[in-house]
């Protein structure tokens, strides 16, 4: 289902001639189409009749402004999106709707981040990823495309454990979907030392596949936050000592494994030294950098990337990105 729609006006009610502006069908048609809500739902979220949803969706279907797919991200801008262009000087920003009923934000920026990955990455490009949940759910939306020398590289070492999300399986899934040769780091997360680190660094296959990252088309990053929440802690890919410290150092958080302070400096810590990851330089050289993150809690990590300049596109939800223009 594709959800299309005009530049939406400032509020979110009627226009002069009655009928509801684009950003309210929009809303009204992802909550519909996309999250399984019912109009009674709806109706009770945005306070209106159900009435007004069941006609709004019915115009929605007939003038086309609903067709096959899911809001191609390069459409009209919101209100918010524009503000996030403008702050912080990006080529693209994305906001999706803050999901209903307690459902996991993660698979609906993952959705939009896919949509547009697939726009923006050329006829046998390059694609770098690192790991987490809105990966994941990338790879799950990415729309399907035949073998045309398309690269996958993974950008984070694996992990040791099954965890419920492994960047090894991302990668897999993303490469699948686009009948892409995938490249991984053969080589942990975290080294056991900043020694052993170097030296596997400075390996085969690990150095060639970190040589590919500059040279890439696109790289699909995600933020890990160090909130109570984070999927880093619930997965125990740091431990609680580990987080602690890290907090006490004054990082937000860590994208492609480079943790950053509130003001998005990279911070010199332990950790940092024993990460297999790509050198921060690197990253930057990558031509279309997207960062896909949201919740509120993720806030300070989106922010603090925003300001070290690693990305130049930016998908996330309505709270986060409300959050980020305070």
Not at 13 to 33: H, N, P, T
Not at 167 to 186: E, F, K, V
Request: contains cysteine; glycine residues 8%; proline residues 5%.
């Amino acid at each position: 289902m594709l959800i299309r729609g005009t530049q939406a006006a400032p509020n979110e009610g009627e226009s002069g001639d009655g009928r509801a502006d684009a950003a309210l069908v929009a809303k009204i048609c992802w909550y519909y189409f996309r999250e399984g809500q019912t109009q009674d739902a709806i109706a009770q979220r945005l306070k209106m009749t159900r009435k007004r949803v069941n006609r709004i969706l019915g115009e929605a279907r007939e003038s086309g402004f609903v067709q096959i797919t899911i809001a191609d991200p390069a459409g009209q801008r919101t209100e918010l999106e524009e503000k996030l262009v403008h702050k912080f000087d990006l080529r693209h920003a994305i906001v999706v709707p803050v999901p209903m009923g307690g459902t996991d934000v993660r698979s609906f920026i993952g959705a939009a981040a896919a949509r547009y990955v697939a726009a923006c990455l050329p006829p046998s490009g390059s694609l770098g990823i690192t790991w987490g949940g809105t990966i994941n759910a990338a790879a799950q939306n990415l729309p399907q495309r035949s073998g045309d020398g398309t690269r996958v590289v993974l950008m984070s070492g694996g992990l040791a454990e099954s965890a419920p999300i492994n960047p090894y399986d991302n990668a897999t899934m993303i490469a699948r979907a686009l009948g892409a040769r995938c490249y991984y780091l053969t080589a942990p997360m975290f080294a056991e030392t900043a020694e052993l680190r170097d030296i596997l660094v400075a390996s085969e296959p690990v150095r060639s596949v970190l040589a590919m990252v500059p040279s890439l088309d696109v790289a699909l990053l995600s933020a890990i936050d160090l909130s109570e929440q984070s999927k880093a802690l619930e997965y125990e890919v740091i431990s609680r000592e580990t987080w602690a410290s890290l907090l006490e150092a004054g990082a937000v958080g860590d994208i492609c494994g480079h943790y950053l302070d509130s003001a998005g400096k990279p911070l010199r810590h332990p950790l940092v030294q024993r990460t297999i990851n790509p050198p921060i330089d690197h990253v930057l050289q990558i031509r279309h950098r997207i960062l896909a993150a949201g919740g509120e809690h993720k806030v300070p990590i989106i922010r603090a990337g925003l300001l070290a300049g690693i990305c130049q596109v930016l998908v996330t939800d309505e709270a986060a990105a409300s959050k980020l223009l305070d």
